[in-house]
C-alpha cells in the first residue's frame, strides 16, 4: 500500500483460534485484540448480587437509587468485574494450561452499568514472555475493557495471567 | 515511657466509631486501622459463585480440583472480593456520605482461599484529603488485607472512596 493510505482498522476477533482445552501460552500474542459477549444485564441479578455482597442502597433498591446521584439502579462494581471473568472463562482462558493469576492492576469503574444494559467485553494482549526462572509456563497480560451497548468503556482493568507453555523454553 | 521502652503495638479497633448514617469524610484518618469480620467460606458458596461467575474447575469441581495445583477446590479470587466488599458495607462505609468509587489499585490474590476458612478484613486508611476541585467532598484511600485463620494475607488491594464532607472546606 502506498504510504498515504491507512492501515487497515484492527478488526478484532470473537472467537479465539484454538480451543479452551488446546490453548496454551504460545497461543497469546501481543496485538491480539478479541471482543467478546454480549452479556445482558438484568434487574433481578443486580440486586441478587448485591444483596448479597454489595448492600448499598443504589444497588439493591430501586426507589432509593432513584433519590440517589445515580438516577437509578446500578450494578456493583464488583458484579461488573465478576460478569467479565465469566465472559473471559468462556472465551479466552485456557482450560489446560492456567496457573491462575496473581491480581489485576488498575481496576476502574468508568461509568454506571445499569439494568438493560448489554455488556461486550475488549481484551487486548499487551505482554506475553516467558518467565525467566519456569521456563515451563510464561505471563500474559491483558488489557480489559467493559463496554456497553452504547460502545462506553464502563470498567476497564489489567490483567494478569500465568501459563504453561505448550513446549518448554530456555530458562 | 521511657525511651527504652517498645511503643504499644496498634490495636485495630473492630468497630467504627461513628454510625453508619452519620458518617462522613472528616471520620477517616490517616493510620486508623480497623479489623472486621469473621466471614466463613463454605464450599457451598465457593462453588455457586464460580458456576456463575468463574467456572474453572478448580473452583466447581472438588475432584477435578484434588488434581489440579491446588490441591483442592479454592474460591474464585472474585468471590474474595466480593465476600471483602460485604465485609466492608456493614462495617467501615457511610450510607449517607458515599459518592461511589473510581476504581482499586494492585489488587493481589497473594494465597488459596479454601472452603472451611474464616477471613477477617484489615483497612487502614492510608490517605483521607479534600477534593481540590469540590468543596463539598473528600478522598479516601484504604489498604485493604483479607487474612485468614492462621493470619496469612491471601488478598490486599488499595481501595479508592470519594465521600462527601460533614462540613465543606475552602476550595
Known sequence: MSSTEAPPAAVPRSVFPVAPDARYFEDYHVGD???FGPVDVTQEEVIEFARRYDPQSFHVDPAAARQSMFGGLIASGWHTAALMMRVLV????STVAGLGSPGVDQLRWLAPVRP???????????EARRSQSKRDRGIVRSRVEVLNQADVVVMSVEAVSLMRCRKPGPV
Chains 1, 2 share one sequence.
Open 116 to 126: 438493560g444494559d448489554r455488556l461486550r467485553m475488549r481484551v487486548a494482549v499487551t
Open 33 to 35: 485484540v478479541y471482543l
Open 90 to 93: 468462556d472465551n479466552f482462558v
